[in-house]
T-cell receptor, first 116, second 112 residues
């Protein structure tokens, strides 16, 4: 079974600075999908960024980018120019490839605090 | 543009009571799923469906039933609530099994 590990339960960053959240996963598959979701205090789950494993180029969405290292099974999220609104729980997730049941497996989350 | 709608937002049950958490989506998504979120454990898959009439178990299915009679609706039934089912429940859908999930706003369930 696939597992997703987020080893940082909590992180803190100053406003306007850059922070990197770590995520590693375990899989024997070669084709899969990786996601980062944000959960603010409102409890809503918001998709931040998505990466297809067959793409070598790292995904980027405005201030959010990933460092996808397929051989190392690592998928870290970098938030640049941090804003107060970035404070939230961040979940890394793995989704198995086409043709399978394609369940989404989540890590346990990293709580990000943004300070002035 | 409603997306994924979950009802109710909050619910308190006594042990042994039954209830149904409702989930509806208006995006014509084939894939729907239910997760529970517990502190320190992330989100865990309860049941999922890849289309109307098709359901399967996830990681933590015990104590829960689902059905998928239409593409739009995917209710989650608790037949006999237990305190261990106290959690926040999320319904999510995607156009395909590999697509990005769209989440509802969650239901906070407390079983006393």
């Amino acid at each position: 079974a696939q597992t997703v590990t987020q080893s940082q339960p909590e992180m803190s960053v100053q406003e306007a600075e850059t922070v990197t959240l770590s995520c590693t996963y375990d899989t024997s598959e070669s084709d899969y999908y990786l996601f980062w979701y944000k959960q603010p205090p409102s409890r809503q789950m918001i998709l931040v960024i998505r990466q297809e494993a067959y793409k070598q180029q790292n995904a980027t969405e405005n201030r959010f980018s990933v460092n996808f290292q397929k051989a190392a099974k690592s998928f870290s999220l970098k938030i640049s120019d941090s804003q107060l609104g970035d404070a939230a729980m961040y979940f890394c997730a793995y989704r198995s490839p086409p043709g399978t049941a394609s369940k989404l497996t989540f890590g346990t989350g990293t709580r990000l605090q943004v300070t002035l | 543009n409603a997306g994924v709608t979950q009802t109710p937002k909050f619910q308190v049950l006594k042990t042994g009571q039954s209830m149904t958490l409702q989930c509806a989506q208006d995006m014509n998504h084939e894939y729907m799923s239910w997760y529970r979120q517990d502190p320190g454990m992330g989100l865990r898959l309860i049941h999922y469906s890849v289309g109307a009439g098709i359901t399967d178990q996830g990681e933590v299915p015990n104590g829960y039933n689902v059905s998928r009679s239409t593409t739009e609706d995917f209710p989650l039934r608790l037949l006999s609530a237990a305190p261990s089912q106290t959690s926040v429940y999320f319904c999510a859908s995607s156009y395909s099994p590999q697509g990005s999930l769209h989440f509802g706003n969650g239901t906070r369930l407390t079983v006393t």
